[in-house]
Every structure is written in C-alpha cells, then in structure tokens.
C-alpha cells in the first residue's frame, strides 16, 4: 500500500512537472508572439486601400486589407521581422520590426500610387504618364500628409515656400501666388481643372475664392501640358483638387471632421465632410466655416485686416463602368478688411464683401476601354464684389456672370504616343460695374482649340502642345475718354506651343529643355480702367490700345537621384514683346490723392535659376534645402521690372518616420534692391520656424495633427511684393494648430 502511494506521488509529481513545463512554453510563446495590426491608406488623399497583400517576409504569414484599410496579421514568433505591402495599383512597401516590446503593434501605412517619385514631394498629374512629372520644378503635388503641414490661411500661403513661388499681397486675405517673378491670370488658379471665377489676377486687394482647407491636393503645374487649360506657357497653373462632384463610388462611408487654429490673428476654422455611396450615386457635401481677427506683428496689431469666411458644397453623381455624370453646387461668402491709416490710403481702411455661387456639371465617359475617354465639364459662376468705406458707402461693386465649359478626348498607355489630350473650350463672361468705378460695363468671349502629345523613345521623352485662341472683348459702352483715349470692340487671335525634351542619362540622372511661345490677352481692366481704386491705392489708367502679350521661354534642367541624395538644377530665360505691366508713374491724381499707375506694353526679360536638394544625414535624419532667384528688365533699358521678388529660399533639417514629423527651418530672402522708379527696396530677412505632425489611429478614424510655430524669434520682416509693407511687416510668431479626423 505504501509503494502504491509513494509510486502514485511520483507520478503526480511528474505530472505537475509536465504540466508546469507546458504552462511555461505557453506563456513563453505567447509572449514571444506577436500581433501586427492597422490601417492601409493612399499617401494622395488618405482614402483606405482595400485588398492590398501582406506579408511576414519569409514565414509564409499572410493577410489582406478590408473595405475600410484596416488589417491583422500575426503571430510572428521572431525578434527581428520584415512585413511587404503589396498592391496592384500602389507602390510596394517594405516595413522592418527590431525587438518590439508590444504584442500588438499598431500602424498607420501609406502606399503611393504607382507613378515614378523622384523628388520628396509627389510629383504626379492625377492620370499622367509625363516623364516630366517626375521633376519638381515642373510639378509640384502637395498631398495628404505634406499639404495638411503647411495649410495656411490662403493658397498663396500655403504655397509660399515651394521653390520658385512668392506671394503678392495687400494684407493676410488678399494673397496671390506668384512663379519666377509673374503674377497676375499668367498664374492661373483652377478647381478640379475649371478656371476659379474672382478678380484675385486684376488688382492686390482682391482675394483668392478658394479654401485652402478643403483642398485633397493642390498641384502647381507647368510644361506643355498647362497649354490644355491656358495659353500662357511661361507662367503656370495652381489647381486646387477638391472632387466637388464625385467620379467614383466609394466602398463605404467616408468622413472628416477638421479644426485649425493660429495665435497670430486668433484664427479659428471648422469643417465637417463626408462622402456617402448608395449605388450606383455617390453623394458628397463640405461645409468650412473660418473666422480671424486682426494681424499681430513684432510692431503692433494691423488694424482692419481681420476677415469672416463661409464655404459650402454639395455633389451627387451616377457612376458606373461606362463613366460617370454629375452636379454640384458651391456657395462661397468672404468678408475681409483691406488696412488704411497712411498716405496713399483710405484714412480708415476699406471692408470688402465677396459673394460667389457656382454650379457645374461634369461627365467622363470610357470609350471602348478605359484607355480612351471622353471628359464634358461645364460650369456657371455668380460673383459678386463690393468695397465699402468706413462710413458704409459703397466705393466700388463688380458682378461677373461667367458660363464656361470643356469638352476633351482623352487617350493613354499607347507604345509610342504615351498620352493624348484634345479638346475645345469656352468662356462667356459677363462683367458689370457699380460705386465709384469708371471701367465700362463689358461682356468677353473665348474660344480655344487644344492638343497635347507625350512620345516616349527610349531613353527619350518628348512633350508637344499646341493651344489656339480667338478672344472678343465688347464693351457695352463704346465711346471716347479723354482720359485713355477710344473705348471700343476689340479682338484677340493668339497661338502658343511648348515642347519639352527630356534624356534619360542613366538611372539616377536626366536631363532636359523647354522651349515655348506664350501669349495672354490683355484683361479688362488693363485696357479701360480710368479711375480710383481706394482699395488699392492707387488710381488706374488703363491702354485700350494694348495688343496681346507674347513671348519665348526657355528652359534647362538637371535631376540627380543618388542613394542619399536628390537634387535637381533649373534655369529659365522670358523674352517678352507687350508685356503687359501697370506702373507708379510718379504722378498724384489730387482729387483723390491717390498715385497714379498706368498700364502699358514694354519690351522685357524675366531669367533666372532654381535649385533643391535633399541629404539623408543619418536613419530618418534629413537635410533639405531650395533655393530661387528670378531677374526682370526692361529689354530697352535694362532697368529692373516692378514687383520681382528678391532671391529667396528654404533651409530644413527634420526627423521622419511613418507616423511622426519634427523639423526645424530657416525661412530667408536677400535684400532687393532692384527695384523699378518709385518703387521702394526691401531689406533681406532669415527667420526660423518650427513644425511637427503625428498621425494615428482610433479605431477606424484616422488621426492627422499639426503643431507649427512660425517665426520662432518674433522677427520683423517685411515681403517685397506687400502693397502695405511701407507701414507694417509681416506677421510676428505664430502658433499654428490643424487637426483632423478621417474615417
């Protein structure tokens, strides 16, 4: 009986031993086992990526993305691990794991679309297959991530520190991106391709109508292709993407809540935005609401330069495979204040009340295959402008009716011919005048013809375009000014082209031109203004006797791409005939005591060169910096343009990682000191800034959140091309806060 209970308690003591030992290897496992879960999104708009493969690399464990991006993969028994994200539309991805603590391990992928990267900014036109994309000083893509960083007040600030643009200004509001030294409609700003309808291109004080914060991208564009929308080929195109009428059903329901908040004029904004899919209609409605008080600067608050903003859209499109087609409806409402107080000025500044209504519908249909297409976009613009003085008069109103529309054949992915675009367009505007305005009531008319070619041969890439167009400018009123002389109908018939020639040299290094004739009617106001613009300061004389602008520009690049290395060369000659410029003529008009600027064509050269780099100093470390300079004169003369901006540039050294960004950058212009007669010079600056972005998840939201301080040292500093920067500088330090939440 003993030996019965002795052999029994060994055997229970081995039993316990095993099941210990067993116990042990478990929670040994399972603490050695690891989880990977998160949330597959397109690095271009942040949309979830479904179906897209993932892979442990070389333990045979896979997983795929569901509607709505989300994954889990696991376990993975290993310390060190490699997990590959695949799609057949994106670029692969590559992640490497070193000794992880957690068991699950939460992350946030981007996958970019499979078009060649080969600057740190996306280069790409939405469905191009351009070489010439690839290079920055052609396109530049703000996207996603990158664009919820530097969102600003408007485009232009937005945009201010992309290499080769300044901004013209006339306080925060009014702003106006300007390329290589041209401003003015020979910077065209669209929306999803259409023309954006506002008088921003004809005077300083007259704002942008376009919320930056809505934007998914906005891409600055220049080459042969611009010649699609617009026929001055030596400025560029900045085309804000929004999707205001939907191409495609979504798979679920997208949303987005947003915020943004700055210190320097208690700026405030807030947005909700949402996509909806019933099949086949997709519904889409955005609703921005922002609000600033007025600018603080090192020297004191601008007085009269806060501003009230509205903007709101709706969209519904019926999309199948054949294509799509839909409408939309866009309500923008802008009150800003225009600052005053000084010689020049009105004594109590000017408030201006901008009103615009636009519908559109649009259309694409796949021909045959989705290689060949058909694209049909019209829109109908109401915009309404008016500037009150401080009694509450009005000084001057403007109404524009502008019907405009586009009708493209679209082929792609040929053996030779890569890309084709053709297409006719028109624009019936409608321009009415009230106050104290003396520019004649007046309808304008456009008519265009448009081809565009992209030819690849080997190691060359050739890019052909051709644009022509027939402009009628009909005053209501003819009659003769004594002032400007005869005000009467007038006719436009201009050709432009551009061809861009691009050799790949090997790999890591191309090389390549631009050559382009470039022409632009002259606008309106610069051929019958005749009177005061207090808004503006100034007292405007227009030439109804000016031809169109026309010109030659030319282009020479150099792109390298080393391992921990990019950078990229440009330089560009303008040579101008009737370049088309209002100037201070020295002169007071004394009934107002406004100076007086008179518009004329002048022969002009505008050249100049620009430059970008970008170093991997040590693993996530980097090194950045841009750099351009734009030189104009009179061809005659030699004496320098009015309102080119001085050489200026960017220096940035920043921490990147997938989900977290943290940099600091050295924002610098040298001193102008060419400047035209009457013109004042501007001393250079450097200031420092500071920006940081992280992203992540909570459960199917996804998290994106800036934190930027601008002008760290509080430092005064003042822009050449600010119409006010006589009496104040640009803004002190600013704390930037942007949040958004996307599902």
Same mark, same amino acid.
């Given at each position: 009986?003993?030996?019965?209970?002795?052999?029994?308690?060994?055997?229970?003591?081995?039993?316990?031993?095993?099941?210990?030992?067993?116990?042990?290897?478990?929670?040994?496992?399972?603490?050695?086992?690891?989880?990977?879960?998160?949330?597959?999104? +397109?690095?271009?708009?942040?949309?979830?990526?479904?179906?897209?493969?993932?892979?442990?690399?070389?333990?045979?464990?896979?997983?795929?993305?569901?509607?709505?991006?989300?994954?889990?993969?696991?376990?993975? +028994?290993?310390?060190?691990?490699?997990?590959?994200?695949?799609?057949?539309?994106?670029?692969?991805?590559?992640?490497?794991?070193?000794?992880?603590?957690?068991?699950?391990?939460?992350?946030?992928?981007?996958?970019?679309?499979?078009?060649?990267?080969?600057?740190?900014?996306?280069?790409?036109?939405?469905?191009?297959? $351009?070489?010439?994309?690839?290079?920055?000083?052609?396109?530049?893509?703000?996207?996603?991530?990158?664009?919820?960083?530097?969102? #600003?007040?408007?485009?232009?600030?937005?945009?201010?520190?992309?290499?080769?643009?300044?901004?013209?200004?006339?306080?925060?509001?009014?702003?106006?991106?300007?390329?290589?030294?041209?401003?003015?409609?020979?910077?065209?700003?669209?929306?999803?391709?259409?023309?954006?309808?506002?008088?921003?291109?004809?005077?300083?004080?007259?704002?942008?109508?376009?919320?930056?914060?809505?934007?998914?991208?906005?891409?600055?564009?220049?080459?042969?292709?611009?010649?699609?929308?617009?026929?001055?080929?030596?400025?560029?195109?900045?085309?804000?993407?929004?999707?205001?009428?939907?191409?495609?059903?979504?798979?679920?329901?997208?949303?987005?809540?947003?915020?943004?908040?700055?210190?320097?004029?208690?700026?405030?904004?807030?947005?909700?935005?949402?996509?909806?899919?019933?099949?086949?209609?997709?519904?889409?409605?955005?609703?921005?609401?922002?609000?600033?008080?007025?600018?603080?600067?090192?020297?004191?608050?601008?007085?009269?330069?806060?501003?009230?903003?509205?903007?709101?859209?709706?969209?519904?499109?019926?999309?199948?495979?054949?294509?799509?087609?839909?409408?939309?409806?866009?309500?923008?409402?802008?009150?800003?204040?225009?600052?005053?107080?000084?010689?020049?000025?009105?004594?109590?500044?000017?408030?201006?009340?901008?009103?615009?209504?636009?519908? #559109?519908?649009?259309?694409?249909?796949?021909?045959?295959?989705?290689?060949?297409?058909?694209?049909?976009?019209?829109?109908?613009?109401?915009?309404?402008?008016?500037?009150?003085?401080? /009694?509450?008069?009005?000084?001057?109103?403007?109404?524009?009716?502008?019907?405009?529309?586009?009708?493209?054949?679209?082929?792609?992915?040929?053996?030779?011919?890569? $890309?084709?675009?053709?297409?006719?367009?028109?624009?019936?505007?409608?321009?009415?005048?009230?106050?104290?305005?003396?520019?004649?009531?007046?309808?304008?008319?456009?008519?265009?013809?448009?081809?565009?070619?992209?030819?690849?041969?080997?190691?060359?890439?050739?890019?052909?375009?051709?644009?022509?167009?027939?402009?009628?400018?009909?005053?209501?009123?003819?009659?003769?000014?004594?002032?400007?002389?005869?005000?009467?109908?007038?006719?436009?018939?201009?050709?432009?082209?551009?061809?861009?020639?691009?050799?790949?040299?090997?790999?890591?290094?191309?090389?390549?031109?631009?050559? /382009?004739?470039?022409?632009?009617?002259?606008?309106?106001?610069?051929?019958?203004?005749? #009177?005061?613009?207090?808004?503006?300061?100034?007292?405007?004389?227009?030439?109804?006797?000016?031809?169109?602008?026309?010109?030659? #520009?030319?282009?020479?690049?150099?792109?390298?791409?080393?391992?921990?290395?990019?950078?990229?060369?440009?330089?560009?000659?303008?040579?101008?005939?009737?370049?088309?410029?209002?100037?201070?003529?020295?002169?007071?008009?004394?009934?107002?005591?406004?100076?007086?600027?008179?518009?004329?064509?002048?022969?002009?050269?505008?050249?100049?060169?620009?430059?970008?780099?970008?170093?991997?100093?040590?693993?996530?470390?980097?090194?950045?910096?841009?750099?351009?300079?734009?030189?104009?004169?009179?061809?005659?003369?030699?004496?320098?343009?009015?309102?080119?901006?001085?050489?200026?540039?960017?220096?940035?050294?920043?921490?990147?990682?997938?989900?977290?960004?943290?940099?600091?950058? +050295?924002?610098?212009?040298?001193?102008?000191?060419?400047?035209?007669?009457?013109?004042?010079?501007?001393?250079?600056?450097?200031?420092?800034?500071?920006? /940081?972005?992280?992203?992540?998840?909570?459960?199917?939201?996804?998290?994106?959140?800036?934190?930027?301080?601008?002008?760290?040292?509080?430092?005064?500093?003042?822009?050449?091309?600010?119409?006010?920067?006589?009496?104040?500088?640009?803004?002190?330090?600013?704390?930037?806060?942007?949040?958004?939440?996307?599902?």
């Amino acid at each position: 009986m003993k030996f019965f209970l002795k052999l029994n308690c060994v055997k229970n003591r081995h039993f316990l031993l095993a099941i210990l030992l067993l116990l042990n290897n478990s929670l040994f496992s399972q603490s050695d086992s690891i989880f990977i879960s998160g949330r597959i999104l +397109n690095a271009e708009n942040s949309e979830p990526i479904a179906n897209a493969a993932i892979e442990v690399v070389g333990k045979k464990i896979y997983s795929t993305s569901k509607n709505d991006g989300t994954f889990r993969i696991g376990p993975v +028994n290993s310390e060190n691990f490699r997990i590959k994200i695949t799609h057949l539309a994106f670029q692969e991805k590559l992640i490497d794991f070193k000794s992880p603590k957690e068991d699950e391990l939460k992350i946030v992928v981007y996958l970019f679309p499979k078009t060649i990267n080969l600057s740190p900014v996306i280069v790409s036109d939405r469905k191009s297959t $351009e070489l010439v994309d690839q290079f920055q000083q052609y396109n530049t893509k703000l996207s996603s991530k990158e664009l919820h960083q530097k969102l #600003g007040q408007t485009i232009a600030a937005t945009l201010k520190n992309e290499t080769g643009v300044a901004v013209r200004s006339m306080g925060p509001a009014p702003s106006r991106p300007v390329f290589r030294g041209l401003g003015q409609d020979r910077v065209m700003i669209t929306e999803d391709g259409m023309k954006s309808i506002d008088l921003s291109a004809t005077s300083p004080d007259h704002a942008v109508t376009i919320e930056p914060f809505s934007a998914e991208r906005i891409e600055v564009l220049r080459g042969p292709k611009i010649l699609t929308q617009t026929s001055t080929t030596i400025g560029g195109i900045v085309n804000v993407v929004n999707e205001e009428i939907p191409d495609q059903v979504h798979n679920q329901l997208h949303f987005l809540l947003g915020g943004y908040y700055e210190t320097a004029n208690k700026g405030l904004l807030g947005t909700i935005k949402s996509e909806i899919p019933i099949r086949p209609f997709e519904i889409k409605f955005d609703l921005n609401r922002r609000q600033t008080s007025d600018l603080h600067t090192p020297v004191g608050i601008l007085k009269n330069s806060s501003s009230k903003n509205f903007t709101g859209s709706f969209g519904l499109s019926f999309v199948k495979d054949l294509g799509f087609i839909g409408s939309g409806f866009k309500t923008y409402e802008l009150n800003y204040g225009i600052p005053g107080g000084f010689i020049g000025a009105h004594p109590f500044g000017v408030n201006i009340d901008i009103k615009k209504r636009q519908f #559109g519908v649009s259309s694409k249909i796949n021909l045959n295959d989705f290689d060949n297409s058909l694209l049909f976009d019209f829109r109908n613009n109401y915009y309404r402008h008016k500037e009150f003085e401080h /009694s509450g008069l009005i000084g001057s109103e403007f109404r524009i009716i502008t019907n405009s529309g586009r009708l493209v054949y679209s082929h792609q992915n040929g053996d030779l011919l890569k $890309e084709l675009e053709a297409g006719v367009s028109f624009e019936i505007r409608d321009f009415d005048i009230g106050g104290y305005v003396f520019t004649p009531p007046t309808k304008s008319y456009n008519l265009s013809a448009f081809i565009y070619n992209d030819f690849h041969l080997g190691r060359i890439n050739l890019d052909a375009a051709l644009r022509m167009s027939y402009d009628v400018v009909d005053p209501k009123v003819k009659k003769v000014s004594r002032r400007i002389g005869e005000i009467n109908h007038r006719e436009f018939f201009n050709i432009s082209a551009s061809v861009s020639f691009i050799y790949k040299v090997s790999d890591i290094v191309f090389v390549g031109s631009n050559i /382009s004739r470039s022409t632009r009617v002259p606008t309106i106001e610069e051929l019958f203004s005749e #009177g005061p613009h207090l808004a503006a300061y100034s007292y405007e004389v227009g030439n109804p006797y000016l031809n169109s602008e026309r010109g030659w #520009g030319l282009e020479f690049f150099v792109y390298h791409k080393f391992e921990k290395l990019d950078f990229n060369l440009n330089a560009f000659y303008n040579y101008l005939n009737s370049y088309i410029i209002p100037r201070n003529t020295g002169k007071v008009n004394y009934q107002t005591f406004l100076p007086i600027y008179a518009t004329s064509g002048v022969n002009a050269a505008i050249y100049g060169f620009e430059g970008s780099a970008k170093i991997k100093l040590i693993d996530k470390f980097y090194f950045q910096t841009s750099f351009s300079q734009a030189i104009g004169e009179f061809r005659d003369t030699k004496k320098p343009l009015p309102q080119i901006p001085p050489v200026k540039g960017l220096n940035q050294i920043f921490y990147e990682s997938e989900k977290f960004i943290a940099g600091i950058s +050295n924002e610098w212009a040298l001193r102008q000191n060419r400047v035209d007669e009457f013109e004042e010079p501007t001393a250079g600056y450097a200031i420092l800034n500071f920006y /940081s972005q992280y992203i992540f998840t909570l459960g199917k939201f996804v998290s994106n959140v800036s934190l930027n301080i601008d002008n760290l040292l509080n430092q005064e500093y003042r822009n050449h091309l600010s119409r006010i920067k006589s009496i104040y500088p640009e803004s002190g330090r600013n704390l930037r806060l942007i949040f958004k939440l996307m599902m």
